[in-house]
């Protein structure tokens, strides 16, 4: 019964440190950064869309060495070489969308820290003379340190992960479905919920054994 409420006050506090966390994405006082946040999504989102279209290039590649028989042999291998370039300049411009989405986000992330640094400085100064002499400050200090850098792990996690992941399943879910056969979504679907199912009850179980551990 502990176990179970002590695991329900934890979820309640991550959700809490999202919510406090999540400001830093959206300031009212600084219009740049939200315009940071959605270049970045934009160029997140063109990654998802060119990854999830770039095998049919690979596709059409292979079906135009396999093309009819008529067709001369040098128009066949010129079509598969142009469409293997292309399926090579999608990919690159997959990775390299990433990449950009990470550069402009930088600069949002950098400015979080910065901020959630500040305060964190700002509020230990204004603690008592008393709890300074009974505290270890080398310990303190890389708790914070490390509290500061897990900031921007969630900033990406809330703003890169979650919704990106549901929307590119969703794309393979319909790109499955129309060119295959919903069975395939569905095999697909029940193979990714149990994984998360397991995921979830395996990371739970080891978070347990070290809490007793320690």
């Not at 930088?106 to 008592?128: D, K």
């Not at 921007?152 to 129309?178: K, N, Q, T």
């Amino acid at each position: 019964m502990s176990g179970t409420y002590s695991t329900e006050l934890e979820r309640k506090s991550g959700w809490r440190t999202i919510r406090k966390v999540a400001p830093y994405l959206w300031p009212d006082e600084h219009p740049w950064v939200k315009h940071r946040v959605v270049w970045a999504m934009v160029a997140l989102f063109v990654s998802k869309f060119v990854t999830v279209g770039t095998p049919f290039f690979y596709k059409a590649a292979v079906d135009a060495l396999s093309g009819d028989q008529t067709d001369a042999v040098w128009m066949m291998t010129l079509g598969a070489v142009g469409l293997t370039v292309a399926y090579g300049m999608a990919r690159l411009m997959g990775v390299g969308f990433q990449q950009l989405r990470d550069a402009i986000f930088a600069a949002v992330g950098q400015r979080a820290l910065r901020q959630l640094a500040l305060e964190t400085f700002s509020h230990i100064h204004r603690l008592s003379l008393r709890y300074h002499i009974t505290r270890k400050t080398g310990g303190l200090s890389r708790i914070i340190e490390r509290g500061v850098k897990g900031v921007e792990f969630l900033l990406r996690f809330m703003l890169f992960s979650i919704g990106p992941l549901i929307l590119e399943l969703l794309m393979i879910a319909v790109v499955l479905a129309v060119v295959f056969d919903f069975s395939y979504v569905a095999v697909i679907a029940v193979t990714i919920a149990i994984y998360i199912w397991f995921t979830f009850k395996v990371t739970e179980w080891r978070v347990q054994i070290r809490k007793e551990m320690n």
